[in-house]
């Protein structure tokens, strides 16, 4: 059909302007100081005009990348706090949530609705209104500008079961009263079967979160006053103007892991997107 | 005794979870509700006079406003647009690319946002911060909606075709019906992403922005900042109650349409 054709041609043509800034990006990355300069100068020096680019530099250069792997150490500290935050994060978020999850989806008990819609509620709360309590906690347990207060809350996240929810109730029932049937026990049950078939929503959480944590601001922001302690996300946009190809270097390095999660996990995302439909 | 041994079970998988909602939430919220009826420096009872404050102060007000305005517009475009998209999208057949295409700004880390933003938002005003919204959640938004449409049942359609109906009609009396449960899900999720547009905001405007995009979330963020733990306590329990309320009215209404 021709005007199909058309209409994905549309859309497509669309796609690719809203992924232009990671052109911007990569290219940027590689323009020397020179160049840039004369590509960013109308807007940061006089704060009118456009930016003019050039898709592919003039002299293209690596000296950015050089800066970033021989010259900045500080550079890998952070990078490596994010990688800990982040894993951390999703591991506690998966002890903790998939057993959840698979209570919410297996067992019919009374007083089951008033959790899941006070799950629903935490949620939906933004993290300036929960900073407060958070805060208060986190000081009570010596947390406070340690790794831990930036862990531990987002551990007890309630937005990951919703998603993992999402697969486990794709089991059949049926299943598992046959399984009970023949003697297997909940915790058999939970392990081989729940996490067997339901892995589908596991690895939905795991991208949906990573993505997530990879790009915190406002939680280092607010627990974490030592700046080593900062994960990369929160460090980058502090980069100044007359380091622009440096940040532009250091965004494509953040940006390696999230496109190789993004790519590896793309049924994921997509599945864990129709699973945080949170139907009760 | 089967009833309790499920209750046991339950209780069982889900404890971890609760016992970390409990310490990390609810319980240390409970003493922010405590501490909004206080004065932050004696500890002094001091009944509404923090919400007093709070409801009177202009930054307040502001920031509700803006917040407020931000959600009513740029919410129901994200819809409209992410089922206009969607409704297009479901008659094409291999549409993995474009929803690839779509769904990438959820991959782009803020960093590169921003760089971005501040290249060609340089006026940091209200329309950049929805542009900026919607570029990241369309693509999310047209996947509910896809998951929402492909439910429909086929025959539904069929028979209303066979019946004479056009497309026009199709849509409107068959397909939208049927969408009515996808609305709940996606103004949800809708809105917990509207939040995360602070992220932007404060990283290309800093902690006092332009008028247009001061947020709820600069507001705690400053009083956080200069340790006014009343106004905060009494703002988090109000933001906090109204959206309890707000759900609540909304999971009633969508169960009951």
Same mark, same amino acid.
């Given at each position: 059909?021709?005007?199909?054709?058309?209409?994905?041609?549309?859309?497509? /043509?669309?796609?690719?302007? %809203?992924?232009?800034?990671?052109?911007?990006?990569?290219?940027?990355?590689?323009?020397?100081? +020179?160049?840039?300069?004369?590509?960013?100068?109308?807007?940061?020096?006089?704060?009118? +005009?456009?930016?003019?680019?050039?898709?592919?530099?003039?002299?293209?250069?690596?000296?950015?990348?050089?800066?970033?792997?021989?010259?900045?150490?500080?550079?890998?500290?952070?990078?490596?706090?994010?990688?800990?935050?982040?894993?951390? %994060?999703?591991?506690?978020?998966?002890?903790? +949530?998939?057993?959840?999850?698979?209570?919410?989806?297996?067992?019919?008990? &009374?007083?089951?609705?008033?959790?899941?819609?006070?799950?629903? @509620?935490?949620?939906?709360?933004?993290?300036?209104?929960?900073?407060?309590?958070?805060?208060?906690?986190?000081? &009570?347990?010596?947390?406070?500008?340690?790794?831990?207060?930036?862990?531990?809350?987002?551990?007890?996240?309630?937005?990951? %079961?919703? @998603?993992?929810?999402?697969?486990? &109730?794709?089991?059949?029932?049926?299943?598992?009263?046959?399984? &009970?049937?023949?003697?297997?026990?909940?915790?058999?049950?939970?392990?081989?079967?729940?996490?067997?078939?339901?892995?589908?929503?596991?690895?939905?959480?795991?991208?949906?979160?990573?993505?997530?944590?990879?790009?915190?601001?406002?939680?280092?922001?607010?627990?974490?006053?030592?700046?080593?302690?900062?994960?990369?996300?929160?460090?980058?946009?502090?980069?100044?103007?007359?380091? /622009?190809?440096?940040?532009?270097?250091?965004?494509?390095?953040?940006?390696?892991?999230? @496109?190789?999660?993004?790519?590896?996990?793309?049924?994921?995302?997509?599945? +864990? %997107?129709?699973?945080?439909?949170?139907?009760? | 005794?089967?009833?309790?041994?499920?209750?046991?079970?339950?209780?069982?998988?889900?404890?971890?979870?609760?016992? *970390?909602?409990?310490? $990390?939430?609810?319980?240390?919220?409970?003493?922010?509700?405590?501490?909004?009826?206080?004065?932050?420096?004696?500890?002094?009872?001091? *009944?509404?006079?923090?919400?007093?404050?709070?409801?009177?102060?202009?930054?307040?007000? #502001?920031?509700?406003?803006?917040?407020?305005?931000?959600?009513?517009?740029?919410?129901?475009?994200?819809?409209?647009? *992410?089922?206009?998209?969607?409704?297009?999208?479901?008659?094409?057949?291999?549409?993995?690319?474009?929803?690839?295409?779509?769904? $990438?700004?959820?991959?782009?880390?803020?960093?590169?946002?921003?760089?971005?933003?501040?290249?060609?938002?340089?006026?940091?005003?209200?329309?950049?911060?929805?542009?900026?919204?919607?570029?990241?959640?369309?693509?999310?938004?047209?996947?509910?909606?896809?998951?929402?449409?492909?439910?429909?049942?086929?025959?539904?359609?069929?028979?209303?075709?066979?019946? *004479?109906?056009?497309?026009?009609?199709?849509?409107?009396?068959?397909?939208?019906?049927?969408?009515?449960?996808? !609305?709940?899900?996606? !103004?949800?999720?809708?809105?917990?992403?509207?939040?995360?547009?602070?992220?932007?905001?404060?990283?290309?405007?800093?902690?006092?922005?332009?008028?247009?995009?001061?947020?709820?979330?600069?507001?705690?963020?400053?009083?956080?900042?200069? #340790?006014?733990?009343?106004?905060?306590?009494?703002?988090?329990?109000?933001?906090?109650?109204? #959206?309890?309320?707000?759900?609540?009215?909304?999971?009633?209404?969508?169960?009951?349409?």
């Amino acid at each position: 059909m021709a005007s199909e054709t058309v209409t994905k041609f549309i859309f497509i /043509a669309a796609g690719i302007v %809203i992924c232009a800034p990671v052109f911007l990006v990569v290219t940027g990355s590689v323009m020397g100081q +020179g160049d840039l300069y004369e590509c960013l100068e109308p807007v940061f020096m006089h704060g009118t +005009g456009f930016v003019s680019w050039k898709l592919i530099p003039q002299y293209p250069t690596v000296e950015n990348y050089f800066h970033l792997l021989f010259y900045s150490p500080e550079f890998f500290v952070l990078f490596w706090n994010s990688v800990k935050l982040v894993s951390l %994060i999703l591991l506690g978020q998966m002890v903790v +949530g998939v057993p959840a999850a698979w209570a919410f989806a297996t067992y019919q008990v &009374r007083g089951k609705n008033v959790i899941f819609t006070v799950y629903v @509620v935490l949620m939906l709360l933004p993290f300036q209104v929960t900073m407060l309590s958070s805060y208060l906690t986190l000081d &009570r347990l010596s947390l406070l500008n340690t790794h831990w207060a930036v862990i531990l809350p987002a551990v007890f996240s309630t937005f990951p %079961i919703f @998603v993992i929810y999402g697969g486990f &109730r794709s089991i059949p029932k049926a299943l598992i009263e046959a399984a &009970r049937i023949d003697g297997a026990g909940e915790l058999y049950i939970f392990f081989m079967l729940g996490i067997g078939i339901g892995k589908g929503g596991i690895l939905s959480a795991l991208v949906l979160g990573f993505l997530e944590y990879w790009n915190m601001i406002e939680q280092p922001f607010a627990f974490l006053e030592d700046k080593t302690l900062w994960p990369l996300s929160l460090y980058l946009p502090e980069i100044s103007w007359m380091q /622009a190809g440096f940040a532009f270097a250091a965004s494509v390095v953040m940006l390696i892991p999230a @496109v190789f999660v993004f790519i590896m996990g793309q049924d994921y995302l997509e599945q +864990g %997107i129709v699973y945080s439909g949170l139907k009760g | 005794m089967k009833r309790l041994k499920e209750f046991g079970y339950f209780m069982g998988f889900i404890s971890m979870s609760l016992a *970390g909602v409990l310490i $990390f939430v609810l319980i240390p919220f409970a003493d922010v509700v405590r501490r909004s009826f206080m004065t932050v420096m004696s500890g002094e009872f001091a *009944g509404l006079n923090n919400y007093k404050t709070v409801i009177s102060n202009q930054a307040f007000r #502001l920031a509700v406003k803006n917040t407020l305005h931000f959600v009513g517009v740029a919410i129901p475009l994200l819809v409209v647009i *992410g089922l206009a998209a969607a409704l297009v999208l479901s008659k094409i057949h291999d549409i993995s690319v474009i929803k690839s295409l779509y769904l $990438f700004p959820m991959a782009m880390p803020i960093a590169t946002v921003v760089i971005v933003w501040r290249m060609f938002f340089y006026k940091q005003d209200f329309n950049s911060l929805v542009i900026s919204y919607l570029w990241k959640n369309t693509g999310y938004t047209i996947v509910l909606w896809l998951a929402g449409i492909a439910a429909i049942p086929n025959e539904l359609i069929e028979a209303a075709r066979v019946d *004479g109906a056009n497309r026009f009609q199709c849509l409107i009396f068959v397909k939208l019906p049927c969408l009515k449960g996808s !609305v709940y899900t996606i !103004v949800i999720l809708s809105f917990l992403n509207s939040m995360k547009i602070y992220r932007e905001a404060y990283l290309v405007g800093g902690s006092y922005p332009g008028k247009d995009i001061y947020l709820l979330q600069h507001i705690f963020n400053n009083w956080y900042v200069n #340790l006014e733990f009343d106004k905060m306590a009494a703002a988090s329990v109000l933001v906090a109650g109204v #959206l309890f309320v707000f759900i609540l009215l909304f999971q009633y209404y969508s169960q009951n349409i």
